[in-house]
């Protein structure tokens, strides 16, 4: 395994971009060119070399070695991990280049990549010369995909952190069943939500990194065992045939915009077209969904960041911080200064909802709701869930029963950044109400571009997004599945 230096001039123009768009690329003294921190090997006779020498952008929640990790946070300013997070070490071994830390929202807070503490990352599409949202929170990850300064990368989803840039992109985004791929080395926001995932330029490149990172790791407690991945087999393969794809009735609400309903019509009629069946499903409990993931997300925030207070974890305000006069403990000042405005809301909102007080009413409630939205999921499905014993599993809806579901990302074109400014809070986490249903339950997900109509199309900005994000949830462990029907999808529209 060896460092590779690239040439001054082949990096420095790639730097530019990098930095253009806030992808954290490595500082280096002035007149030395920077190294790209990446690793080669040679591929032995009949080994899969899909991402030998590829390029791969790495959130930077996931922590690097050789490169620092702050999860765009001014606490963890500086910091550099000891070690490689494992997905990072799979994607070494397999012999890709780790080419850059990508920029987020601070602590994978926010759906819009503008909390950042090194500054808010930037879209490369624009509306009638305004900037527009790259989505959250992986939106660094998005923008390094789509400005080809990597292959691919990896981003976290905890409720649609990869699939929304990917919509607001045009890129791929695909996040696996929960436990699939490894978290140790992610820094955790919400640890039974939190979800590596990936970006890509395409259904097949996104599932060339999945293949490598797909295995079980023995110090990630939530990783999913031998045993249960053996369980997955079974319901683990592409199905040969027609599709039965379901149409959740829940998710056409009055907030889908028409360019997104329409392209989601068109995206089902091409399907229908090309042989498969279309069934209508109902998810009741999807109304109550985002509710209950703003209640438990939080939650865990408040728990998973109450280590940094700058005497265990994370940078210390310089002198005495403590407040006696005022009755704050002594890290007060430290996690003030440390933490942007969303976090701080988020862990207020969390703590609030773990008080003895609220715990019942909100905490408890919002886990409830959790296992009623794994219940939809379970009831409308043809695959079994594998970790649910067949007794404890609801009746099918009959005829209903499908392989996958078919909705849309989210319910709006990107926002301008300036149109984000007059938002509420409400209002901007509105935008994961597609998102956050497979998140709660642990299903495999992904994000696909279907472009806008020609006539639409035409009508728009020519520096506008031309796509939309359509997106396909499978059952739990049918992650081959839902990239196959992933690839049915981008094939419609690939061809001539």
Same mark, same amino acid.
């Given at each position: 395994m060896?460092?590779?230096r690239?040439?001054?001039s082949s990096?420095?123009?790639l730097?530019?971009?990098?930095l253009?768009?806030h ?5 280096a003294?002035t007149?030395r060119?920077?190294l790209f921190h990446?690793?080669?090997?040679v ?6 070399d899909?991402l030998i020498g590829?390029?791969?952008?790495v959130k930077?929640?996931?922590?690097t070695?050789d490169?620092p990790?702050i999860?765009?946070?001014r606490i ?5 991990s000891?070690?490689?997070? @494992? &997905? ?9 280049a780790? =080419?850059?830390?990508?920029? #987020? /929202?601070e602590?994978?807070?926010?759906s819009?990549?503008q909390?950042?503490?090194e500054g808010?990352?930037r ?11 790259p989505g ?6 998005a923008v390094?995909?789509v400005d080809k300064?990597?292959?691919a990368?990896?981003?976290t989803?905890?409720g ?5 840039p990917?919509?607001?992109?045009g890129?791929?985004g695909?996040k696996p ?7 140790w080395?992610?820094?955790?926001y919400?640890?039974?939500?939190? @979800? &590596?995932?990936v970006?890509?330029?395409?259904v097949?490149?996104?599932? =060339?990194v999945f293949e490598? #990172? /797909? ?5 990630d407690?939530t990783?999913?065992?031998a045993?249960?991945?053996k369980r997955?087999?079974?319901c683990?393969?592409?199905k040969?045939?027609?599709l039965r794809i ?7 609400i009055?907030?889908?915009t028409p360019?997104?309903?329409?392209t989601?019509?068109s995206?089902l009629?091409?399907?229908r ?6 069934v209508p499903v109902s ?8 509710s ?7 939650a ?5 960041l109450?280590k940094?207070?700058?005497i265990?974890?994370g940078?210390?305000t310089?002198g005495?911080?403590a407040s006696p006069?005022e009755g704050?403990?002594?890290y ?5 200064e440390g933490?942007?405005?969303e976090v701080?809301?988020?862990i207020l909102?969390g703590?609030?909802?773990?008080s ?8 408890i409630?919002a886990q409830?709701v959790r296992r009623?939205v794994?219940?939809d999921?379970d ?9 649910i014993e067949p ?5 099918l809806?009959?005829?209903a029963?499908?392989?996958i ?6 319910p709006?074109?990107?926002p301008t950044?300036?149109?984000l400014?007059r ?6 986490y509105?935008?994961d109400?597609f998102?956050?249903p ?16 020609p ?7 020519k ?12 059952q739990?462990g049918?992650?081959?599945l839902v990239?196959?029907a ?7 529209y690939a061809?001539?």
């Amino acid at each position: 395994m060896l460092a590779v230096r690239c040439r001054p001039s082949s990096f420095c123009s790639l730097r530019r971009v990098l930095l253009k768009h806030h992808v954290r690329a490595e500082k280096a003294p002035t007149g030395r060119a920077p190294l790209f921190h990446t690793s080669t090997r040679v591929a032995k006779a009949g080994v899969n070399d899909t991402l030998i020498g590829k390029y791969i952008a790495v959130k930077d929640n996931i922590v690097t070695a050789d490169q620092p990790t702050i999860a765009s946070s001014r606490i963890l300013d500086g910091y550099t991990s000891p070690f490689d997070a @494992t &997905v990072v070490k799979q994607l070494r071994a397999a012999g890709a280049a780790i =080419s850059s830390k990508a920029s #987020l /929202d601070e602590f994978g807070m926010g759906s819009h990549s503008q909390t950042a503490f090194e500054g808010a990352v930037r879209s490369p599409f624009t509306r009638n010369g305004e900037a527009l949202s790259p989505g959250g929170s992986s939106g660094g990850s998005a923008v390094a995909v789509v400005d080809k300064s990597a292959w691919a990368a990896l981003g976290t989803d905890t409720g649609g952190s990869v699939r929304l840039p990917a919509a607001y992109c045009g890129v791929v985004g695909f996040k696996p069943s929960y436990g699939r791929l490894s978290r140790w080395g992610v820094i955790q926001y919400a640890n039974s939500l939190d @979800t &590596v995932g990936v970006l890509a330029g395409s259904v097949a490149d996104a599932e =060339s990194v999945f293949e490598k #990172l /797909d295995h079980h790791d023995a110090r990630d407690p939530t990783s999913l065992p031998a045993t249960v991945r053996k369980r997955l087999m079974p319901c683990n393969k592409e199905k040969p045939g027609p599709l039965r794809i379901g149409i959740p009735r829940e998710y056409n609400i009055s907030e889908l915009t028409p360019p997104v309903h329409d392209t989601w019509i068109s995206a089902l009629s091409a399907l229908r077209s090309a042989g498969h069946t279309l069934v209508p499903v109902s998810l009741p409990t999807t109304r109550q969904a985002l509710s209950a993931y703003y209640v438990l997300a939080p939650a865990e925030a408040s728990s998973n960041l109450a280590k940094y207070d700058g005497i265990r974890y994370g940078q210390r305000t310089p002198g005495s911080d403590a407040s006696p006069a005022e009755g704050l403990p002594l890290y007060a000042k430290t996690r003030g200064e440390g933490f942007g405005e969303e976090v701080r809301q988020r862990i207020l909102l969390g703590a609030y909802a773990l008080s003895s007080e609220a715990i019942d009413n909100y905490f408890i409630q919002a886990q409830k709701v959790r296992r009623l939205v794994q219940r939809d999921f379970d009831r409308v499905f043809i695959a079994r869930n594998p970790l649910i014993e067949p007794t404890e599993m609801p009746e099918l809806e009959g005829v209903a029963a499908v392989d996958i579901l078919i909705t849309p990302t989210a319910p709006t074109l990107p926002p301008t950044i300036a149109e984000l400014k007059r938002q509420t809070s409400v209002e901007s986490y509105m935008l994961d109400v597609f998102t956050v249903p497979a998140s709660l339950a642990g299903l495999p997900a992904i994000s696909v571009p279907v472009p806008l109509s020609p006539a639409l199309g035409d009508s728009m900005d020519k520096h506008d997004v031309r796509s939309v994000g359509i997106q396909i949830l499978g059952q739990f462990g049918t992650d081959s599945l839902v990239l196959h029907a992933a690839k049915v999808l981008e094939g419609i529209y690939a061809r001539p």
